[in-house]
């Protein structure tokens, strides 16, 4: 059964920081692309990172570039998203993907919201 599951979202003010993970299980996450997305109220869901199977080659969206990073741990099957230097325009709901040989799959989405 494939499950992909986030945590790490929450309340942070301007200007502070959040790790994001997605535990994975069913597949093998080695061997897959994987991606964080988010939808903001009222908007689309964007593609905010992605990262190849092994590692070597990320692409991080403009709107997050130099802000965010996307990183995998494959021994422990977690995809993770630090987020610094976070703004009130990046309040939206995070959702980790995978996508290979099986589909793509997705988890249920962590909630991140930037106020003071």
């Known amino acids: 059964q494939v499950q992909l599951v986030e945590s790490g979202g929450g309340l942070v003010q301007p200007g502070g920081s959040l790790r994001l993970s997605c535990s994975t299980s069913g597949f093998t996450f080695s061997r897959y692309f994987a991606s964080w997305y988010r939808r903001a109220p009222g908007k689309e869901r964007d593609l905010v990172a992605s990262?190849?199977?092994?590692?070597?080659?990320?692409d991080i969206a403009d709107s997050v570039k130099g802000r965010f990073a996307i990183s995998r741990d494959n021994g422990q099957n977690i995809l993770y998203l630090q987020m610094n230097n976070l703004k009130p325009e990046d309040t939206a709901v995070y959702y980790c993907q995978c996508s290979g040989t099986t589909g793509d799959h997705w988890g249920q989405g962590t909630q991140v919201t930037v106020s003071s």
């Open positions: 990262i190849s199977p092994g590692g070597t080659g990320t």
